[in-house]
């Protein structure tokens, strides 16, 4: 099978995308690793694997879900209640931005 080749460019413009800016050095760097990484997947897809089975995971651990029921809508006014302070039916709490509170 070929091999898939990245170019540096590519690296480059992916990184715009991303708002990462990269060094020349760097540059080289994760396109030297991401060609070696799409290799990988070139030797991956020259497996045969027709006749295996699918997995979707290694452990026979089932997740047991219970319905989603709302059954505690009533209560805003008890959590109210047991909160230390209220403003406009919110629980009020300390502000933790732009230094807002201390």
């Given at each position: 099978?070929?091999?898939?080749?990245?170019?540096r460019?590519?690296?480059?413009?992916?990184a715009?995308l991303?708002?990462?800016?990269?060094?020349?050095?760097?540059?080289?760097?994760?396109?030297?690793q991401?060609?070696?990484?799409?290799?990988?997947?070139?030797t991956?897809?020259?497996?045969?694997?027709?006749?295996v089975?699918?997995?979707?995971?290694?452990?026979e651990?089932?997740?047991?879900?219970?319905?989603?029921?709302?059954?505690?809508?009533?209560?805003k006014?008890?959590?109210?209640?047991?909160a230390?302070?209220?403003?406009?039916?919110?629980?009020?709490?300390?502000a933790?931005?732009?230094?807002?509170?201390?």
């Amino acid at each position: 099978m070929a091999e898939t080749i990245i170019t540096r460019d590519e690296v480059a413009h992916v990184a715009g995308l991303a708002k990462l800016a990269f060094n020349d050095a760097d540059l080289d760097q994760f396109t030297t690793q991401l060609g070696d990484i799409l290799n990988i997947f070139d030797t991956l897809n020259e497996v045969n694997t027709d006749d295996v089975i699918p997995t979707y995971s290694v452990t026979e651990n089932v997740n047991h879900l219970r319905e989603d029921v709302a059954n505690n809508w009533n209560q805003k006014q008890e959590l109210l209640n047991n909160a230390p302070l209220e403003a406009a039916d919110l629980i009020k709490v300390p502000a933790i931005l732009n230094g807002e509170g201390e």
